[in-house]
């Protein structure tokens, strides 16, 4: 959980992780992040966000998560949560969540297969659209709340987020705007032909699949790095006291590289069905914090580390 405090010294407000100690909740970081200064107090009108933190692992290019035990696939690119139980439901993040037995016609023991791990379910959007989650991509965790916690607004800028099959953002190359899908379920990142094709560099290969109703399809992946700017970012100004307010100020972000890989010709309907340019996996998440904001349809973005 969280607590809003404010500092007595500068007046500067901000979230503390909280310890739960006996039926109380008692905020874990009592010093100012803007002036270090140890006198701080919880607002009363504050109520913490509750989260349920779970371990996260990177398989071969995929986000697996430990859920109470059981191994999930984080997947935005998949609509609905997948489990192999004959009553498939999925408890997690304080909720049950429906689920189906198949992906694309496929099994979830043959996307186990290919992922590389034993996996008891994966988590699609319609669960993820519904909540506000963090991957700690370094800390190896994911968390999950009802509501965006304060404190992303402020430490991240954000962009505004559409749901078409994944979660889509505006991002920049040469200087031009395009749509880029947000598809953790994807080993590796993917430009449109075009694009990649005025990619300069040298080129790497990988592997990667595609569940079709006819099974697995493994294919060839050859991949350049390229820069992706994340233009167009704002977050909220600050009063005299600290305190956030509901102007916004644009924000500028620095650009990232990341491999980009080509689906091959058979399989560049993908974009269509996307309506996007670009198709984005967890190295985007690895390279640059990130969270996603269930109100609003926001997604949050922080300073890479260099």
Known sequence: MTARMKCLKCSYSFDSRTLPIGDENVPQNQECPKCSGQAVEMLPSWSPVKSWNYPLEMINGHMVVDVDGRRCLLDTGSV???TDEAEPTLEFAGK??????????????DIAEQV?????AMIGSHAL???SWMPLMDEGIVSFYHSTPLEWHDKMAWKQARQSLAPMITVRQYSRNYNAVIDTGAKVCYARRS????????IVNTTDFFPTPKGIEQFDVPMKMAAIGMGGAVRKQRD?????TGTLENTQLQEIVLPLGVLPE??????EGFGADFILGPELLQAIPMAF???????FVGQADH
């Open 96 to 109: 049950s969540w429906s689920a189906t037995q198949k992906f694309m016609g496929v099994m979830l023991k």
């Open 240 to 244: 005299k006291d600290g305190n956030l």
């Open 80 to 82: 609905e949560c997948i």
């Open 129 to 131: 659209s519904s909540l």
């Open 116 to 120: 590389g791990t034993e996996l008891d």
């Open 266 to 271: 058979r399989l560049e309907l993908l974009f």
């Open 195 to 202: 694009l990649w094709d005025g990619v300069t560099g040298n």
């Open 293 to 299: 904001g269930l109100e609003g349809g926001r997604v």
